[in-house]
């Protein structure tokens, strides 16, 4: 079974703070996102990655940064946390192949006070 | 805007009945997948689906890209099916565009 692993599983930071999300997968997958999830929007692409090295944006990249410095491992980073970043925040890895099934960590509880 | 449009965002059913949620996309898209918010709060996946159908025990779902439009029915609902269920809308690129979800609780 894919396994996605996130930490920390909850996070309290404060404004102006830097945070660092961890993202990491055994699945070998190419492929790796970064979503956040608020009530009434679903989840949203933040940041995503092709590969170790690769990093695009998604919808909403502003104020995050991500970093991809190995296939198993992909980071999300604030800078300057705000308020507004306040959400749940899931990894996932999938396959470049027919079926691009994704597979979901247990998700990240962020609160930026 | 919003690629993908989900409903209802709230469905209330008895035990032993069903209904059906939707997603309608703005574009074509070239797959569907549907997931159910665990009570950990992981996702898991339930349908892939790049076209027609599928079914897995109560659930059954469809895929039309042409009309731009997916379903997932649930018959016989049972008292653990409660929960959060989200559409999502698989674009260029192998990104994802989800829906805003379906809160379901099932009632006895």
């Known amino acids: 079974e894919a396994a996605v692993t996130q930490s920390p599983r909850n996070k309290v930071a404060v404004t102006g703070g830097k945070v660092t999300l961890s993202c990491n997968q055994t699945?070998?997958?190419?492929?790796m996102y970064w979503y956040r999830q608020d009530t009434g929007h679903g989840l949203r692409l933040i940041h995503y990655?092709?590969?170790?090295?690769?990093?695009e944006k998604g919808d909403i990249p502003d104020g995050y940064k991500a970093s991809r410095p190995s296939q198993e491992n992909f980071s999300l980073i604030l800078e300057l946390a705000t308020p507004s970043q306040t959400s749940v925040y899931f990894c996932?890895?999938?396959?470049?192949?027919?079926?691009?099934?994704?597979?979901f960590g247990a998700g990240t509880r962020l609160s930026v006070l | 805007g919003d690629q993908v449009e989900q409903s209802p965002s709230a469905l209330s059913l008895h035990e032993g009945t069903g209904s059906a949620l939707r997603c309608n996309f703005t574009?074509?898209?070239?797959?569907v997948q549907w997931f159910r918010k665990n009570s950990r709060g992981s996702l898991i996946n339930l349908f892939y689906?790049?076209?027609g159908t599928k079914e897995n025990g109560r659930l059954k779902s469809a895929f039309d890209s042409k009309e731009r439009y997916s379903t997932l029915h649930i018959r016989d609902a049972q008292l653990e099916d409660s929960g959060t269920y989200f559409c999502a809308a698989e674009g260029n690129y192998n990104v994802l565009y989800f829906g805003s979800g379906t809160k379901l609780t099932v009632e006895p």
């Open positions: 990655s092709y590969g170790a090295g690769s990093t």
């Open positions: 699945n070998n997958h190419n492929n």
């Open positions: 574009t074509t898209m070239r797959a």
């Open positions: 996932a890895s999938g396959s470049w192949g027919s079926q691009n099934t994704l597979y």
């Open positions: 689906l790049a076209s």
